[in-house]
C-alpha cells in the first residue's frame, strides 16, 4: 500500500527557531506538496514540487522554503519560526500527469512558542 | 481563478439515515475531484475520485456524483453509522495543473 510519512506528529518549537518538517514518500511519485490546515481557512497550499529540485511557490509560501534533494523526500522549512505558523501541516503526493489521486501523510501538528 | 464550497459547513444526523453532502466549484475546467475524509488530528484518507469524464464513482455504501456544467458534486452516504463521523472535504484539481484546490469541508457527526 503506498505511504507518505510524516516524522513527526506533534512538534513544540520557539519563536525565532529554524524548523525542518520532513515527509518522505514510497511510490516514486514525481509530485509532492506541502498543505497548512487551520480552522476556517481550510487547508492552503504552501509550496510544492515536480521533480527533484523542481519547486513552485503555493498560495502561501511567505516564511517558507523548501527541498527536494532527492525523490522520495520532500523538506518544509520555517526560516524563523513565528507563532503565526503554528498549524497543522499536512504532505501528499502524486503521480501526475495522466494518473489521478493524491496520498496524504498523517500530518505534524507544530506549536510555536 | 478555482473556488471549491462545502455546504453545510455542519451536519448532525441519527445513525440509518441516507445522507448528501454538497460541494461547489466556480471553474468547470477541472481534471477531476476528490472527496477526502479526515478524522480529528488526522491526515486526509481518499475516499473517491471522479475523472472528469465521469458522472459518478462507487464504493461501498459512497456514491459520489458530478456535474461539470453545473460545478456541483455530491457525496451520498447510505445508511450512515457513528463510524462515519468526520469531516469531509472535497478538492477540485484543473486542468492543466496538478495542484488541488480544497473546500473548507463538512463536519458531520451520526448520532446513535
Known amino acids: 500500500d503506498v505511504k507518505v510519512t510524516q516524522s513527526s506528529r506533534y512538534l513544540v518549537k520557539r519563536t525565532g527557531e529554524k524548523v525542518f518538517l520532513e515527509c518522505v514518500q514510497d511510490m516514486d511519485h514525481e509530485n509532492m506538496f506541502w498543505y497548512r490546515q487551520d480552522p476556517g481557512l481550510g487547508l492552503r497550499l504552501i509550496y510544492f514540487?515536480?521533480?527533484?529540485?523542481?519547486?513552485e511557490k503555493g498560495d502561501i509560501p511567505e516564511g517558507y522554503s523548501v527541498s527536494r534533494e532527492k525523490k522520495e523526500r520532500f523538506s518544509l522549512i520555517l526560516e524563523s519560526a513565528s507563532t503565526n505558523q503554528t498549524s497543522m501541516y499536512l504532505c501528499a503526493s502524486s503521480l501526475g500527469g495522466t494518473f489521478p489521486g493524491y496520498t496524504f501523510g498523517s500530518g505534524t501538528r507544530l506549536t510555536v512558542v | 481563478k478555482q473556488e471549491v464550497t462545502q455546504i453545510p459547513a455542519a451536519l448532525s444526523v441519527p445513525e440509518g439515515e441516507n445522507l448528501v453532502l454538497n460541494c461547489s466549484f466556480t471553474?468547470?475546467?477541472?481534471?477531476?475531484l476528490q472527496w477526502f475524509r479526515q478524522d480529528p488530528g488526522k491526515g486526509l484518507t481518499s475516499l473517491l475520485l471522479i475523472q472528469s469524464s465521469q458522472r459518478e464513482q462507487t464504493s461501498g455504501r459512497l456514491n459520489a456524483s458530478l456535474d461539470k456544467s453545473s460545478g456541483r458534486s455530491t457525496l451520498y452516504i447510505a445508511a450512515s453509522q457513528p463510524g462515519d463521523s468526520a469531516t469531509y472535504l472535497c478538492?477540485?484539481?484543473?486542468?492543466?495543473?496538478?495542484?488541488?484546490?480544497f473546500g473548507k469541508g463538512t463536519k458531520l457527526t451520526v448520532n446513535p
Open positions: 471553474d468547470s475546467a477541472i481534471y477531476n
Open positions: 514540487s515536480y521533480d527533484v529540485k523542481m519547486k
Open positions: 478538492a477540485a484539481r484543473q486542468g492543466g495543473s496538478e495542484k488541488l484546490v
